[in-house]
């Protein structure tokens, strides 16, 4: 299927790895101009040479903190009228509560909260003026289903879900949608670092700890960065004008319930 986006510009956050580099990966063989964003140069440079040997897509880099006001400048003032948006930044760390600062909060709020909705400004009218645009936020499963451990991502993401689901209706009118997709387990470095960490305070071995993970899981494998890519790809294509302000859940049936 043709997603009629070659050509479009696109905007591709914590692009360097993992599910973000593989939104970027989908985006470029559907032939979109894709700026790819992370902190560290050199993996990011790295994987823009790796996007342009494949194409058909043009790949473009901007080693920046998105978090920040000049990060977000950087960007912006080398490509600008982006058609797509996809928003990506790593959770915060898991942990207890009552360990957390306020400082701690803030820090997470910025990086999974307000700084995808200072790109989505940054963006969304220009989108609106030209008639068409795409934003894709790559937030988490724990958002529909929570995880205890896990409430500055879950606080920080379910802030983002709810002004985004707000916005959403807004914008589809002039031909500009916006939705989340949310991973549950994915194959990337930063599960397997997880694991590591757990199988550590257990005492365990990781093989111990994906095991049992597995054991539980209904699909009994973890996700591939590339299923979320392509499904990323769709949403930012032609044929998905009409899904606008969802939350799709891509977590091989983890969650159990019906909505």
């Known amino acids: 299927m043709d997603l009629g986006i070659h050509g479009k ?8 790895a ?26 990011l440079r790295e994987a823009a040479e790796r996007l342009r040997t494949i194409g058909p897509g043009a790949v473009d880099w901007v080693a920046a903190d998105v978090t920040s006001d000049e990060g977000r400048a950087a960007i912006f003032a080398q490509h600008r009228d982006f058609d797509i ?3 990506n930044a790593g959770g915060p760390a898991p942990g207890d ?4 600062s306020r400082d701690t909060w803030h820090a997470a709020i910025d990086a999974n909260m307000l700084a995808p909705i200072e790109l989505i400004k940054a963006s969304v009218d220009g989108m609106m003026a030209r008639g068409w645009g795409r934003i894709v936020n790559i937030t988490s499963s724990a958002v529909k289903s929570p995880v205890d451990g896990l409430g500055l991502s879950t606080g ?15 914008t589809v009118a002039k031909g500009v949608t916006i939705n989340n997709l949310l991973p549950g387990t994915f194959d990337t470095a930063r599960l397997a670092g997880n ?8 005492g365990q071995s990781v093989d111990t700890i994906k095991a049992a993970r597995l054991a539980k899981h209904p699909a009994h494998r973890f996700g591939q960065p590339d299923e979320l890519g392509r499904t990323c790809a769709f949403l930012c294509s032609a044929h998905a004008g009409y ?8 977590d091989g049936g983890s969650f159990t319930g019906v909505f």
């Open 156 to 170: 920080a993401r379910s802030g983002l879900t709810g002004f985004v689901s707000g916005l959403a209706r807004s």
């Open 243 to 250: 899904i606008n302000g969802q939350n799709l859940l891509l």
């Open 85 to 87: 948006v996809v928003t």
């Open 195 to 202: 694991f590591a960490a757990q199988a550590q305070r257990e």
């Open 9 to 16: 510009k696109a905007l591709v956050c914590g692009a360097s």
């Open 97 to 100: 509560f009552r360990q957390w």
């Open 18 to 43: 993992g599910l973000g580099y593989a939104c970027a990966l989908a985006l470029v063989q559907e032939g979109a101009h894709v700026v790819i964003v992370a902190r560290t140069e050199g993996p």
